[in-house]
Structure formats: C-alpha cells, structure tokens
C-alpha cells in the first residue's frame, strides 16, 4: 500500500470510526490496492468529508449549534487560514469569518492579491460553535481536530495561517503568547505553518495593523 494512502486510511478511520472504516475495505488491508479508482476519488472527495462534519455529534457542541462552519474557499488554495472556532454570526450562517472580522480579513487578503475564491481557503479548528464562544476545550479539540487534518491533506496547501493566540497554540500544543508564536515557521502534520494576529484583535487594537500587515507580507513571499 501507497504511504500517502495508508496515512490517509487511517485519518479516515479516526473519523468515521471502525465500523465504516473497515466495512468499507471488507476488513481487509490488502483489497485497498485493489479498490477501483471512483472509490479513492469518493474517499477524497471533499464533499464527503464536509457531509461527514454536517451529521457530526461526537460531542456536546453538537446539541447547541445551528449549523456546523466546515469552510469556505479555493479547494486547491496555496493558502488555508485557519481560526479557533465559529462564533454566533458564523453559526447562523454557516460560513468562516463573517461580520466586521470577516470584512477585515478580506481586505487584508486583497491586499496580497487573494481573496476567499482565490487561492485561499478559510476554516476553523472546530466546526461547531462553543456557548458564550469561548475557548474550545481539549475534549473538543480532540473530536474535532481530524477533520481539520483531513481539510488540509485534501487542499494541501503551501502555507497554513492561524488566526490568533488560540488557535496557535491549539494546533501547535504550545502554552505561548502570540508574541512567542509569530515570526516563525512552524510544522503541523508535515505542513508548514505560522501565526498572526485575529483580525478581531486588530478591531479592538488598531496599533497592531502594521505587525498583522508586515506578517501578510511575509506570507505572500512565502506563497508566491
């Protein structure tokens, strides 16, 4: 079997749990090499995975939220930007990084020649929102993470960006300040990764627009 294969079988199987996984392969490793080529394109169809996020309930998130967030953007994107979680305008709608913060990030993607339908895809660690939006528990985390890895392993991006304190320590299991964290190139699951400022916390900061601008700067030299 295929490297790449065998490590994308098992994100599979952390997802959709054992019974799917091996009812799938018949409980038999050695017929993956011989599944027709439709079924690894439906096994990498990001369609499915986004279906697989709508009808999650693997926890309690699950029970408040009025739509799961599973992304939005540029399925072969360079860049995939990635916050700590849906908040209430996000789960009304359905969509990553609306509302005054979404309208920011826009404009600072314009300003680097991208946009959501360009060469970037937006989501976040958890699909759902936690009450109150605050931050996702290691519970949460947990559950949620694969389909993140799986987002990424689909896209397959050159740069990861995660979007504020949180969301950086969470993806690179580090107790560190946004400070500690930024300008710095960071590995997650084999992909290269650096932090930034939210662009909420630019709202209630303008004084660190010029660092956040400097950053994409940076970005754009790293993707281009």
């Known amino acids: 079997m295929k490297p790449e294969l065998f490590k994308y079988l098992i ?46 309930y693997k926890c309690s998130l699950s029970a408040s939220r009025t739509n799961t967030v599973f992304g939005y953007g540029d399925f072969n994107a360079s860049l995939m930007i990635v916050g700590e979680a849906p908040g209430q305008q996000e789960d009304l709608s359905g969509n990553p990084f609306v509302g005054r ?11 680097i020649n991208r946009s959501r339908e360009k060469d970037v895809f937006i989501c976040n660690v958890l699909k759902c929102r936690p009450p109150e939006n605050r931050d996702p528990t290691l519970h949460e985390i947990k559950k949620c993470e694969p389909y993140l890895v799986n987002q990424i392993d689909l896209i397959k991006p050159k740069l990861i960006v995660a979007l504020g304190r949180v969301a950086g320590k969470t993806l690179l299991g580090v107790d560190k300040s946004l ?3 930024r300008e710095e190139i960071h590995n997650y699951h084999d992909f290269d990764l650096i932090v930034t400022y939210h662009p909420a916390a630019l709202l209630r900061n303008p004084n660190w627009k010029p660092e956040a601008w400097n950053d994409f700067k940076w970005i754009r030299s790293l993707i281009d």
């Open 101 to 111: 913060a979404g309208k920011l990030l826009d404009k600072m993607l314009t300003a």
């Open 11 to 56: 994100q599979c199987k952390e997802l959709y749990d054992d019974e799917i996984f091996l009812s799938k392969f018949n409980s038999n490793p050695n017929n993956v090499d011989n599944l027709p080529i439709s079924d690894i394109d439906v096994l990498n169809n990001i369609n499915v995975l986004k279906n697989e996020v709508k009808n999650c």
């Open 179 to 181: 400070k500690d964290m």
